[in-house]
């Protein structure tokens, strides 16, 4: 068994949305050209039905005007070319609109399975399909094969129809050689008309069966092993190492910003030793004190470090940093329950300032439920 073989044996796994977009911007969709088929053959049948009479009618008139002309325009090859050019254009302003509609329909009917998509990539030269043994693969591939069968049955089932069909109206065939012209274009759409009908039966059968069977292929083909899953998990969620390495990144940036705001603040109120929460106040501009920086153990330490170089007033409460760190949020403001304990700590830092000596530390009450060692008691 091939390693190719074997590897679309194991692709167990439905296409996942990436891979079909993937596929998509490849150029790779689902196509069934049955349906365009039909959808040529109804057309023409539409066609040939409702606008047959009228057809024929500009036909007449387009005969007749070409083989109306006197001796002198005969013989004069100067007045033929504008006759030709006048004909032409007559035609050409019935036939153009009637090709646009189909190709049209046309253009709807191919897009129908798939659904539009417009991209280069088909167009991009690839080496490998100049390879004639892998040309020879993809063509003797059992897929390849029952397309081929498939289309051979379907030509076989038009030409047998369209055999008995003519079989069948031979005499009428026959009889338009004798009837006269006006009547004779009415009677051969007609003719016609039925014979479409009859191509357009096989086409709508045959497309029944292509339709779910292209996408079922197109979706088989895109069909992924257990290791291609997983690869594109990592690819959409991230390395587990490279998103660990970003997460501890992100955090050092964090860090970096919330340790420069340290100097700015009023004051570090610390638990002492696991916990340091630092605010900042300013009456002018703040409705109420905001947390510009806290952490625990080691960066506890280090805002301490800061605070104490940048000449910030630090002050041991433990109960109030419990409770600053166990509800507020780094740049909120202090939870308005705790906006008495906090207001007791300005003060001091007020009296520090002014004082000759330094004053002795509050006594901070914080409200029963807030501090977390006493939740926990």
Not at 27 to 39: D, I, K, M, P, Y
Not at 70 to 82: E, N
Not at 187 to 193: N, Q
Request: glycine residues 6%; proline residues 6%.
């Amino acid at each position: 068994m091939s390693s190719s073989e074997s590897s679309r044996e194991d692709r167990h796994l439905p296409a996942s949305q990436r891979r079909i977009q993937q596929a998509r911007e490849d150029g790779q969709l689902a196509r069934s050209r049955e349906l365009v088929h039909f959808a040529a053959a109804a057309a023409l049948l539409a066609l040939a039905t409702a606008l047959g009479p009228w057809l024929a009618e500009q036909a007449l008139e387009l005969t007749a005007a070409g083989l109306r002309f006197d001796r002198a325009a005969a013989f004069d090859p100067q007045a033929m070319a504008p006759r030709l050019s006048w004909l032409s254009e007559a035609g050409l302003h019935i036939v153009v609109p009637i090709a646009a509609a189909m190709a049209l329909v046309l253009a709807a009917a191919s897009v129908v399975v798939g659904g539009w998509n417009f991209t280069l990539q088909a167009l991009e030269l690839k080496f490998e399909r100049l390879n004639p043994i892998a040309a020879a693969g993809r063509i003797l591939n059992w897929r390849a094969m029952i397309g081929h069968l498939r289309m051979i049955t379907v030509v076989a089932a038009m030409l047998g129809g369209a055999g008995r069909y003519v079989a069948k109206h031979a005499h009428e065939i026959t009889n338009l050689v004798h009837t006269p012209l006006a009547s004779g274009l009415a009677g051969g759409f007609a003719w016609v008309a039925g014979g479409i009908t009859l191509i357009a039966a096989a086409c709508f059968a045959s497309a029944l069966i292509d339709v779910p069977l292209q996408i079922y292929q197109h979706l088989s083909q895109l069909r992924m092993t257990h290791q291609e899953a997983r690869d594109e998990h990592k690819q959409d969620e991230g390395n587990p190492h490279m998103k660990g390495e970003r997460r501890r990144r992100a955090r050092q940036i964090s860090r970096g910003r919330m340790l420069a705001d340290v100097p700015k603040a009023s004051v570090v109120i610390t638990n002492p030793t696991h916990y340091a929460v630092a605010l900042v106040y300013d009456d002018k501009s703040m409705g109420a004190p905001r947390i510009v920086a806290m952490g625990a153990d080691l960066l506890a330490a280090k805002i301490r470090e800061v605070a104490h170089a940048a000449h910030v007033p630090v002050l041991e409460a433990p109960p109030l940093a419990r409770a600053l760190y166990k509800h507020g949020d780094i740049g909120g403001e202090v939870p308005v329950a705790l906006y008495t304990a906090v207001a007791q700590v300005l003060a001091w830092v007020m009296r520090l300032r002014s004082a000759v000596r330094p004053p002795a530390p509050p006594v901070i009450d914080v409200p029963a439920g807030l501090d977390p060692n006493e939740a926990a008691v």
